[in-house]
């Protein structure tokens, strides 16, 4: 069986703005209703843990560029604010 791929970001958000569109402008079926709104909700859970993740990848990556920095110009890095705190 081969594997779906993964959405992107951008295409599930993208999918979740189709989702309002319809239901904002009633050209939705009813019959249908509950099963995109069901999918909207998975998409944003989605949405979140990926940028969850990448707010985790950015903050590593920017502490450790202070401690490389720190340790260039000797200045501490204790009690420095992360960007997405």
Known sequence: ???KKQQT???AL??????????ENETID????A???????ELIKSCRQKLAK??????????EFEEESAEE?????????ELFS
Request: net charge negative; glycine share 4%.
């Open 9 to 11: 970001y951008k295409e």
């Open 54 to 63: 990448t707010e985790k990848e950015v903050n590593k990556v920017l502490e």
């Open 35 to 41: 099963v995109k709104v069901k999918h909207a909700s």
């Open 14 to 23: 993208e999918e979740i703005e189709k989702i309002i569109s319809e239901i």
């Open 1 to 3: 069986m081969a594997k």
């Open 73 to 81: 110009t000797g200045e501490e890095t204790e009690g420095k604010e």
């Open 30 to 33: 009813i019959d249908v209703l």
